[in-house]
């Protein structure tokens, strides 16, 4: 199939979907850190598939784990008990960053992964109110896009760095200050790691641990089946023992998704990506640091590790919202072989996540191409 074909059927047959770039861009192969477009041309992927890539596209260990397990054993659903299952939430409980023990629940998706961890908190407690971040992102479903509300809370629930909402990241102090709140009204404090879960802010396996916080529930999704559908919520043994009544996910816990993630959990901890994420993480930063004192365009430059974002804004003193800007700069880049997303209440959020695998000669690439798309961006 050609471009025009795949683009065609994606116009005729998809709806709610909304694409980036002027003209849709069908991708049709990827290796590691390249992807390949319908004529043939390369891409560095700096989004991962929206900060879910962590690994590289097609990481061969992970192929292997998968084959190998579509082979012996592809579904049974949770009322049976499998290896792969159990291996996994082993890991999870083990490397849980609140108090232990700890225990897991899957399902396919950051969404569901976080009514899971609602609904957790709310048995619990008994009580019902969440409390949610402004510009906080947690899915599509009715009730994680009703997640905000004041009175005695269930829980309080945020992102470390929040994601969608443009890469937000709040001061140090921020989150014991707000730990020690929810702690004193008996809530459960829940750290949604969907983005910035796997080492991706560096050294350490989730991004709440970067605040010396101690999160009662994590929320888990993306990298963590490095492209393939996970949710996982891993909660404080107490909270999820109180969790009595049965409920059922389908797929949740599927014996291939579960190898998969074992073998992604591995990898990251064998290869000490965390680590090259805040070394290769660093070096990115100070490239963009440098971009933002060279191009007027650049508001603020945020993040950790290897989840940096770049706001765009009209006036650096009034702050005002550049979306335009962050278009002309993400087709820029496309243009040169580079693909970064967006995001922001206003669109105007360069959002750069690549595999945790990247090098810093990788990350000087994205930078010199981004630094000439600032320069094209900055004469539309
Ligand atoms: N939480 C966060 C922080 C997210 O970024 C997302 C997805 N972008 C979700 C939850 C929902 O995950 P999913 O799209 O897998 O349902």
């Known amino acids: ?10 116009r005729k047959y998809l709806y709610g979907v909304t694409t980036y770039y002027k003209e849709p861009l069908p991708f049709v192969r990827g290796e590691g850190k390249w992807l390949q477009d319908a004529d043939g041309r390369r891409y560095l992927d700096f989004f991962g598939g929206i900060v879910t890539v962590a690994l590289g596209h097609c990481e061969p260990r992970v192929v292997a784990a998968l084959e190998k397990q579509a082979r012996t054993l592809q579904h049974v659903s949770t009322l049976f008990p499998t290896i792969p299952i159990g291996e996994l939430a082993e890991k999870l409980a083990e490397i849980f960053p609140g108090d232990k023990p700890a225990k897991c629940f899957f399902t396919n998706s950051g969404t569901e992964a976080i009514e899971t961890a609602i609904l957790t908190a709310r048995v619990h407690t008994q009580r019902t109110e969440v409390v949610a971040l402004r510009h906080g992102y947690h899915g599509r479903t009715m009730l994680s896009m009703s997640l905000t509300a004041s009175g005695r809370p269930a829980a309080y629930i ?7 909402g443009g890469f937000i990241t709040p001061p140090k102090d921020y989150f014991p200050a707000v730990a020690e709140i929810v702690r004193r009204h008996e809530a459960v404090f829940i750290a949604d790691e969907v983005q910035t879960g796997w080492g991706r802010t560096g050294r350490k396996w989730f991004g709440i641990e ?20 996970i949710g996982a919520t891993v909660a404080r043994a107490e909270l999820a023992d109180s969790f009595k009544g049965s409920t059922i996910a389908t797929f949740g ?3 291939v998704t579960m190898a998969v993630c074992r ?9 000490r990506l965390a680590d090259n994420a805040a070394v290769v993480g660093g070096h990115l930063r100070a490239r963009l640091d440098g971009l933002g004192e060279k191009h007027a365009a650049i508001g603020e430059v945020r993040g950790m590790g290897l989840m940096q974002g770049v706001e765009l804004v009209k006036d650096r003193k009034t702050k005002e ?8 700069v993400m087709e820029s880049a496309k243009d040169h072989g580079l693909i970064i997303g967006k ?25 010199d191409v981004l630094d000439k798309a600032f320069g094209e961006a900055a004469r539309v």
């Open 1 to 10: 199939m050609n471009r025009a074909e795949i683009v065609d059927k994606y």
């Open 263 to 271: 073998t992604v959990v591995d990898i990251i901890e064998k290869d």
């Open 210 to 229: 970067q605040s010396g916080v101690k999160p009662d529930v994590i929320v888990a999704a993306k990298s963590l089946g490095n492209g393939h559908p």
């Open 253 to 255: 816990g599927n014996p």
């Open 343 to 367: 995001g922001g209440l206003y669109g105007n959020v360069l959002r750069i996540s690549p595999p945790l695998t990247v090098t810093t000669e990788d990350a000087d690439q994205a930078a």
């Open 321 to 328: 919202p550049a979306p335009e800007a962050a278009a002309a």
């Open 158 to 164: 945020a992102e470390p760095i929040m994601g969608v």
